[in-house]
């Protein structure tokens, strides 16, 4: 059973390009969530699709978006890329009842010079 | 709104001696608890959850934990430190939000471990 996959591993762009990250969940869930994680510190919310719709939001310019495909996988899009934008970008997947726990893919290391 | 703290940005132990990390959380309503782990260069692993009744749970590797609500804990403790445990540490709490549940991660605890 496949877990979480990310692709791609690592990336390099440059400032004020655009990305386009990738992830196919865990067989049987539907909930995709995306963190960003900076470097020595936890993972930050920026956003859950589910259904296809993006349920919630964190605290993220509209810079970040997504989308959820009817095979449940998802896509995160960072248009104008910051220096700041630079961190390890993680999918997680789950089911959406209240409590069930996330997996994660290994993410993707995004670097902007 | 929910939040996490984690005491103590590094741990370090010798093999063999007990593991402790600190966890407090804040939240307006009962929530979910968990603990995950982070090896270098790899997502987080689950390694344990605290959703409902008995307030000690175990996880995987010899891990568990106690919720306390009293104290707004759920501190991460193990026995017998392994070398293999040397890895980034992290607590999240998850309660209600705009009928979503979506976990708060704390700042992380590096475990390092002495031979």
């Known amino acids: 059973d496949a877990g979480v996959t990310q692709s791609p591993t690592h990336l390099i762009k440059t400032r004020g390009q655009q990305v386009t990250l990738r992830c196919s969940p865990k067989?049987?869930?539907?909930?995709v969530s995306w963190y960003q994680q900076a470097l020595g510190q936890g993972p930050q919310f920026i956003f859950q699709y589910y259904e296809e719709e993006e349920r919630q939001r964190g605290n993220f310019p509209d810079r970040f978006s997504g989308h959820q495909f009817p095979n449940y996988s998802s896509e995160l899009n960072v248009n104008a890329l910051l220096l700041g934008d630079s961190a390890l970008y993680l999918c997680?997947?789950?089911?959406?009842?209240?409590?069930?726990?996330?997996?994660f893919g290994n993410g993707t290391r995004l670097t902007v010079t | 709104a929910q939040s996490v703290t984690q005491l103590g940005s590094h741990v370090s132990v010798s093999e063999g001696a007990l593991v402790l990390l600190r966890c407090n959380y804040s939240?307006?309503?009962?929530?979910?608890l968990f603990w995950y782990v982070q090896y270098p260069n790899q997502g987080l692993q689950l390694l344990l959850k605290y959703t409902t009744g008995a307030t000690l749970v175990k996880g995987i590797n010899g891990f568990e934990a106690e919720f306390k609500k009293s104290e707004t804990s759920f501190h991460l403790t193990k026995p017998s430190a392994h070398m293999s445990d040397a890895a980034e540490y992290f607590c999240a709490v998850s309660s209600p939000s705009g009928g979503s549940y979506i976990p708060t991660f704390g700042r992380g605890t590096s475990l390092i471990v002495h031979p």
């Open positions: 997680a997947s789950s089911r959406l009842r209240g409590g069930s726990p996330l997996h």
């Open positions: 939240s307006s309503v009962p929530p979910y």
């Open positions: 067989s049987g869930h539907d909930t």
